[in-house]
């Protein structure tokens, strides 16, 4: 059984670790001890039992933070049990459907033998930071396409596999 759990995520406008902090909950409310924290911040994994990293989406490539947080810890990695979840598309597409993910999480997915991935909506509004995000806005294609009960559940499906042993 899994005691301490990582929920670690790259994001530049927050809604990346919104999602992190509803899984982190959900993993808490089943008795793990969760943290939640930016994977720039994260020196190491090795006091953890799992790991859950999450990236933003940008132009079809997880947020740098969570690429190189991978990059950075791979061989500790591998060697516990390991979730993946991007967010992004500013559209209803990934509660209609299965979003695989993008070429570089999948092959890291691959190295570390990543239990699974799952694509979750993101969330684009007033104020977000960048100039294509700006366009985006500009464009009417902002919202908040977060579905978080569709986030509680997979959550809730991590936590039975770490407190089922």
Same mark, same amino acid.
């Given at each position: 059984?899994?005691?301490?759990?990582?929920?670690?995520?790259?994001?530049?406008?927050?809604?990346?670790?919104?999602?992190?902090?509803?899984?982190?909950?959900?993993?808490?409310?089943?008795?793990?001890?969760?943290?939640?924290?930016?994977?720039?911040?994260?020196?190491?994994?090795?006091?953890?039992?799992?790991?859950? @990293?999450? $990236?933003?989406?940008?132009?079809?490539?997880?947020?740098? !933070?969570? %690429?190189? #947080?991978?990059?950075?810890?791979?061989?500790?990695?591998?060697?516990?049990?390991?979730?993946?979840?991007?967010?992004?598309?500013?559209?209803?597409?990934?509660?209609?459907?299965?979003?695989?993910?993008?070429?570089?999480?999948?092959?890291?997915?691959?190295?570390?033998?990543?239990?699974?991935?799952?694509?979750?909506?993101?969330?684009?509004?007033?104020?977000?930071?960048?100039? @294509?995000? $700006?366009?985006?806005?500009?464009?009417?294609?902002?919202? !908040?396409? %977060?579905? #978080?009960?569709?986030?509680?559940?997979?959550?809730?499906?991590?936590?039975?596999?770490?407190?089922?042993?």
């Amino acid at each position: 059984m899994a005691d301490k759990v990582l929920v670690t995520y790259g994001t530049t406008n927050g809604s990346t670790a919104e999602i992190a902090e509803a899984v982190a909950a959900v993993l808490s409310k089943d008795g793990l001890s969760v943290e939640a924290r930016p994977a720039r911040n994260v020196a190491s994994v090795a006091s953890y039992d799992a790991v859950v @990293v999450g $990236g933003a989406l940008y132009a079809g490539r997880w947020h740098k !933070d969570a %690429r190189r #947080f991978v990059r950075r810890h791979r061989r500790t990695l591998a060697e516990r049990p390991v979730w993946f979840f991007s967010s992004g598309p500013l559209d209803a597409s990934a509660s209609e459907r299965d979003i695989p993910p993008v070429r570089g999480v999948r092959r890291a997915m691959a190295r570390l033998d990543v239990r699974e991935h799952i694509t979750f909506g993101g969330r684009l509004e007033e104020g977000a930071k960048g100039r @294509v995000a $700006g366009m985006i806005l500009r464009s009417g294609k902002g919202g !908040d396409f %977060r579905d #978080f009960g569709a986030i509680e559940t997979w959550a809730a499906g991590i936590a039975h596999e770490l407190t089922r042993s």
